[in-house]
């Protein structure tokens, strides 16, 4: 059973930078596309990013494509995501996922193990 813990939340003024991590507890994730998800009060949950196995490929929303960044280093079972330009209507909890598949997808019933979610407030 593979365990995510999301990290770097936080309150930061729009036009500000968050880097989220997302540790993994079993190396086995790194055989595993892994993605970026949000979820908005009184919203559901919603695509930002995702990245294949190796790192080579990822695909962004349009909400964060020129923004945001995804990447993994697989020696450290570690999945980030780079927040720039950030906005108010970023404001959301932001999730880390993981598909015991080596393809992305951006459908959020195709991952199979979830973190338990991190807090980001974009002030105006």
């Known amino acids: 059973q593979v365990q995510l813990v999301e990290s770097g939340g936080g309150l930061v003024q729009a036009g500000g930078s968050l880097r989220l991590s997302c540790a993994a507890s079993e190396r086995t994730v790194r055989n595993y596309a892994m993605g970026w998800f949000r979820q908005a009060p009184g919203k559901g949950r919603e695509f930002i990013a995702t990245?294949?196995?190796?790192?080579?490929?990822?695909d962004y929303a349009s909400s964060g494509k020129g923004r945001f960044t995804i990447s993994r280093v697989n020696a450290k079972n570690t999945l980030y995501l780079q927040m720039n330009s950030l906005k108010p209507e970023d404001t959301a909890v932001y999730y880390c996922?993981?598909?015991?598949?080596?393809?992305?997808?951006?459908?959020?019933?195709?991952?199979?193990?979830w973190g338990q979610g991190t807090q980001v407030t974009v002030s105006s």
């Open positions: 996922a993981a598909r015991t598949s080596a393809y992305m997808s951006r459908i959020f019933h195709d991952y199979d193990y």
């Open positions: 990245i294949d196995w190796s790192g080579a490929n990822t």
